[in-house]
């Protein structure tokens, strides 16, 4: 099994772990968590790792601070871009959320609070949102004079739908937890004090189900989502033979038939 040690240098993020569970902080709390060049790169170093921790099972992603999850990008680091430091910018965080979204594991995004521009983008990237009561949602890039960067406009149409999508990307509207969730873009509202603990509580109980059923899940939905129903079905198909014929299969199938707890191996 791979070291749990935290990975190396990382100026901008926290990580650590708890049995299966890697925790990320976004460390720039002056800055509102506000994402500058460093902060994508140790988001790609610290995901990489739990990606690679055969001892991480999942992931829960936060901002340090009560006041914000991530409130978007850093604007002078912006305000001094040319058009090829944007593309490759842009490039780099779309790379990252790529990563957090495909890990191959769940990851929770627990939204502490402000969560705009590529904040929101960050949070969609993600399996589950779980929001605090105060958090606020939106993609404000138009103001600043450019669309969505990130996987915004992507993602959030694939979450809520093309209208709403469209009303919450043209207009820059800022909205409250209760309204993101009415809308389907978080999973669950939550007091701040439990934010953490109800995420805790969700990937626990993703945790005690087979490990190759719940990467190959991630993989058909994900992939799925990506392509024709047809092709999405052949993909599902292919992942259940696969998972039909691991040791986790017979072991999930032997509790049930025994009336018993499984013990699942990942194999």
């Not at 993020?13 to 902060?39: C, D, F, H, M, S």
């Not at 594991?105 to 993600?126: Q, S, Y």
């Not at 109980?205 to 799925?224: C, H, S, T, W």
Request: glycine fraction near 10%; hydrophobic fraction near 45%; include cysteine.
């Amino acid at each position: 099994m791979a070291s749990s040690a935290a990975p190396p240098t990382l100026e901008n993020v926290l990580y650590e772990t708890k049995g299966p569970i890697a925790y990320v902080t976004l460390n720039r709390p002056k800055v509102l968590n506000a994402l500058n060049q460093g902060a994508w790169d140790d988001l790609k170093a610290a995901f990489e790792h739990a990606r690679d921790d055969d001892g991480v099972r999942g992931v829960i992603l936060t901002g340090a601070g009560e006041k914000a999850f991530i409130a978007g990008e850093d604007i002078g680091e912006l305000a001094r871009a040319t058009a090829l430091d944007a593309e490759k910018s842009t490039r780099s965080g779309q790379a990252v959320l790529d990563l957090i979204e495909n890990l191959g594991k769940p990851v929770i995004a627990a939204v502490n609070g402000f969560a705009l521009g590529g904040g929101c983008e960050t949070a969609m990237a993600c399996t589950i949102r779980v929001a605090a009561e105060h958090a606020k949602f939106g993609q404000p890039e138009v103001k600043l004079g450019i669309p969505p960067g990130a996987g915004g406009t992507q993602r959030l149409p694939r979450l809520v739908g093309k209208g709403r999508a469209l009303q919450l990307i043209l207009s820059g509207e800022m909205i409250s937890a209760q309204e993101a969730w009415r809308i389907g873009l978080v999973n669950e509202v939550v007091p701040a004090a439990g934010l953490i603990a109800r995420c805790e509580t969700i990937l626990t109980q993703i945790l005690a189900n087979a490990p190759v059923a719940v990467r190959f899940a991630l993989e058909a939905v994900n992939k799925g989502l990506e392509t024709s129903q047809a092709a999405g079905l052949l993909l599902e198909a292919s992942l259940f033979a696969i998972c039909a014929a691991t040791e986790d299969k017979k072991e999930g199938t032997a509790a049930f038939v025994a009336k018993r707890v499984p013990q699942f191996q990942g194999r």
